[in-house]
């Protein structure tokens, strides 16, 4: 008795950002006063949880130098991984896309249970797809495109589809939405409750009104699957063709018209869509039992609000790092048998990304509980994606290009791992936006710019989804309502044969295109993976790059394109930051092919002396005591009897080989019989230190 409810809510009321143990102690006075503020009522506990509510609660503090719009260089594995200057904050609330709204919300468990599903698929895709293709005619010939099925790789056709399946998807489904707002109440999709996330997935999705972000849905629903596989099935085609050197790809057009490939690519898609389907139950089964499991047991302790499960473990591990002096560090997220490493640097940004987007939490503790789970979320829905090359990104030295010439601070494709900047559009709004995501590129409101902007764009290399992105900014620079400068730089692979740059390289907002041949001026990407690759953020393009430029009438006036811009770019595209520190200068020496591998001769022959310089520094110094001196001793006979075994086996070899290379033999028994020699020098060895 001697606490009151009222008491506990003004020492609450103090301060509303707590320390370390403050939970600990409110548990205790809530168990003293017999559970009585667990059974308040809704509008009261409703009242002390906006009390509870801190206005900026953060794990690290801010950056210094944040909004300053600085470019920053970028130096190396260890070096700076994204720029965390950059303030955009002209992007509001109002401009997130509206797929937030056809996406259910996830937490970790609906990610196992998603994961476990996906890589079902994928492993019966890969089978059944491989299965079909080596059905082929026995009798057909090399040059035949038929020959070309067993070479077909089924992870490469399945990443391409997947991106544009998902992309149309989401287009249609919003128009569904749109229409159905008259008709229907539509369920709010922003609370993570299991149940919830059970009961959107059941029903709504039956509707077709809300989309999964990773498992594909029947072709049923979507007919423009089928045609879409058979796309990328086409494509895998041209490019095994070309790289046979079997002549025209004209022929194919015949061979893909053919009532053979057309009758095995319906196969492919029926056997895909029943997997489909398949998949799709077993989720929703598997969503439906934990969801029971955790409504029976005590996951949430009723009076005690710290004895949480559920929230994802992280361990932080040091190991030394064999290449060069330091250590690498990373992070380590696990959570019901699954884990997933993460770089310190990666792991920060993370940090800093969540505080800035995430500043209304009941405390700290719960503030951190809610990052664990969003980083394991995070990590769990990009590590299904393979095709680490549709993941990877621009060098940090070409985004501080676009920053100086066109104020370019927005990526249209990127994810909080990738991303160089706090904003970007991303793939999946549901695990992103906690890290800045402004949702997908094809529903962010860029007419509600009143300004406009200059965006980046490194699409997934697929050509439907580069195909339908070119649709969506010919529609924005065409628009002729808006009358503010607005521009995109796009950066994908120059395959000239594929739907996706045809359609660019016609877009009539087209104002340039650089060309960058892969073998005249070799370039740089980083990798997709790099915030699990420990070494090696960047590799070398393996393809031609085309970089097109597109503009309204309006940013033609305030970007135009000059000649020292083009020759910067080339040659920040050129830079591999970790091969050479980044210069002070802004235009840089492109490297050559030649220059590359007289760098590689240079690195054989520093590690080469540097092996002898090992070698010499081993000798001992000062008096050595008498076991050493029986090691010096065992050591100097070792190099004298490998000096003699060489010696002999150039005196006997050379009359030997002049023998056998009068009978015509010479190669055949060159080996053998240098090989007696030293076996017999082995021998001799041996019985002198016996003696």
């Known amino acids: 008795d001697f606490l009151s409810i009222t008491s506990l809510n003004q020492l609450k009321g103090i301060n509303p950002t707590m320390i370390r143990g403050d939970n600990d102690l409110y548990s205790v006075m809530d168990q003293m006063m017999a559970g009585e503020i667990n059974s308040l009522p809704e509008e009261e506990a409703a009242d002390l949880s906006n009390k509870y509510v801190s206005s900026d609660i953060r794990m690290v503090p801010e950056i210094e130098g944040y909004g300053t719009n600085k470019s920053i260089p970028e130096q190396g594995t260890c070096g700076n991984i994204w720029n965390p200057l950059v303030r955009a904050d002209s992007f509001t609330e109002s401009d997130i896309s509206s797929d937030m709204d056809c996406i259910p919300p996830t937490n970790p468990w609906v990610e196992v249970a998603r994961r476990r599903c996906y890589e079902k698929f994928k492993k019966k895709f890969y089978s059944t797809f491989s ?4 059905n082929r005619n026995p009798q057909s010939k090399a040059t ?15 990443e391409r589809f997947y991106f544009a399946c998902k992309t149309k998807e989401t287009v249609l489904v919003l128009e ?7 008709t229907e109440h539509l369920p709010q999709t922003n609370c993570e409750d299991m149940a919830n996330i059970v009961s959107l997935m059941s029903i709504q999705k039956n509707k077709d009104l809300l989309i999964d972000p990773i498992l594909i849905s029947p072709f049923q629903t979507y007919p423009t699957s089928y045609s879409m596989l058979r796309n990328e099935i086409e494509f895998q085609f041209k490019r095994e063709w070309r790289k046979s050197n079997k002549g025209n790809v004209d022929i194919l057009d015949l061979f893909f018209a053919s009532s053979s490939f057309q009758k095995k690519c319906m196969k492919i898609c029926r056997e895909v869509n029943e997997l489909a389907i398949e998949v799709s139950r077993d989720f929703i089964e598997d969503l439906k039992k934990k969801s029971g499991e955790l409504s029976s047991s005590s996951h949430y302790s009723r009076r005690n609000v710290t004895q949480k499960k559920g929230i994802p473990k992280l361990t932080f591990s040091r190991e030394q790092d064999t290449d060069r002096a330091g250590y690498v560090e990373t992070f380590s997220v696990t959570f019901a048998g699954l884990s997933f490493r993460i770089s310190r640097q990666h792991f920060e940004k993370l940090q800093l990304l969540y505080d800035r987007f995430n500043k209304k939490s009941k405390s700290p503790a719960v503030h951190k509980d809610l990052f664990h789970s969003a980083i394991f979320v995070l990590l769990a829905r990009y590590d299904l994606l393979e095709g680490a090359g549709l993941q990877s990104s621009l060098n940090g030295s070409v985004f501080d290009i676009l920053l100086e010439h066109f104020d370019c601070r927005l990526e249209c494709f990127a994810s909080p791992l990738n991303s160089r900047y706090e904003r970007f559009c991303s793939a999946y709004v549901d695990t992103d936006r906690k890290f800045g995501s402004l949702g997908s590129f094809f529903n ?15 699409p997934p290399f697929t050509s439907d989804f580069i195909h339908a992105m070119c649709i969506r900014m010919e529609h924005i620079l065409t628009n002729a309502q808006l009358q503010v400068p607005f521009m995109f730089i796009v950066f994908v692979p120059a395959w000239k044969d594929s739907k996706g740059w045809q359609s660019i390289s016609k877009a009539s907002s087209l104002v340039h295109h650089l060309f960058l041949s892969q073998k005249d001026n070799p370039h740089y990407y980083t990798e997709g993976t790099q915030h699990r690759r420990m070494k090696g953020r960047y590799r070398m393009a393996s393809f031609d790059t085309s970089v097109f430029f597109l503009q309204n009438h309006k940013a033609k006036e305030k970007w135009p394109i000059t000649e020292m811009m083009l020759q910067e770019l080339r040659n920040a595209f050129a830079l591999n930051p970790e091969g050479k520190t980044f210069p002070g200068a802004k235009v840089a020496a492109l490297k050559t092919k030649q220059d590359i591998e007289g760098e590689r001769n240079a690195r054989r022959v520093t590690s ?16 050595p005591s008498k076991g050493k001196k029986r090691q010096m001793l ?5 190099h004298i009897s490998s000096k003699k075994m060489k010696k002999l086996v150039s005196d006997d070899s050379q009359s030997q080989l002049n023998i056998l290379s009068s009978l015509g033999i010479p190669e055949a028994a060159k080996g053998a019989n240098i090989s007696v020699d030293i076996a017999k020098t082995r021998e001799k060895g041996r019985q002198r230190k016996k003696k």
């Not at 080469?608 to 008096?623: F, N, R, V, Y």
Request: hydrophobic share 30%; with cysteine; aromatic share 8%.
């Open 131 to 134: 299965w079909i293709a080596s």
């Open 144 to 158: 035949d495109p038929g020959s070309l099925w067993g070479k077909m790789p089924p992870h490469s056709i399945l």
């Open 176 to 182: 569904k939405r749109k229409k159905a707002l008259s």
């Open 444 to 458: 962010f409101n860029f007419e509600g710019l009143k300004s406009g902007g200059c965006f980046q764009a490194n």
């Open 608 to 623: 080469k002396e540097t092996s002898k310089k090992h070698m010499a520094s081993d000798i001992p110094l000062g008096k």
């Open 634 to 638: 065992s050591t100097k006979r070792r």
